[in-house]
Every structure is written in C-alpha cells, then in structure tokens.
C-alpha cells in the first residue's frame, strides 16, 4: 500500500488487469497512455487521475506496482 502526499492509501490488487493487459506493458509498441491506464487501474483510479498525481507520488505508485508485479501473490493483503 502505498500513501500518498494527499493521505489516500491506495493498495494494488493485480486482479484488476488481464494477464494480456500486463504483458502489453512491455510491447515496445505500446503507447505511454495505454500503459498509464493499465498501472492506473490497479490502484482504482483512471489515467487521468494517475498523470494527475504529484511526481513524487506517482514514482511512489511505480515503485509498488513494480514490486506487486513481481510477486503478485505477497502484495495482496488477503
């Protein structure tokens, strides 16, 4: 989970992307608004909302979505 500078606490839930989803992320081909809106959607929150955020925040939000994709199964809190 990670908190932001507003206070909101987002958590990641993997589940919220397809397995297609995440593997676009990595395309070479890939737009920068396609991948914003996949991370976005982890969170909750839309691409808009994400590009929204402060960079500190958002560097924060890539960090922990990066660790959650490596181990999907640790990150979640269920």
């Known amino acids: 989970m990670v908190t932001l500078s ?4 987002l958590a990641p839930d ?3 992307i397809t397995i297609k989803e995440y593997r ?4 070479p081909d890939n737009t920068q608004e396609v991948e914003d809106g996949i991370i ?10 994400l590009l929204e955020l402060g960079y500190k925040d958002y560097r924060l939000l890539l960090q922990e979505f990066f660790a ?4 999907p199964v640790k990150s979640d809190p269920n």
Do not use: H, I, P, T
């Open 68 to 71: 959650a994709a490596r181990d």
């Open 24 to 27: 676009q992320l990595f395309e």
């Open 14 to 16: 993997m589940n919220r």
């Open 40 to 49: 976005a959607r982890v969170y909750g929150l839309n691409g808009k909302e």
């Open 6 to 9: 507003d206070g909101r606490q």
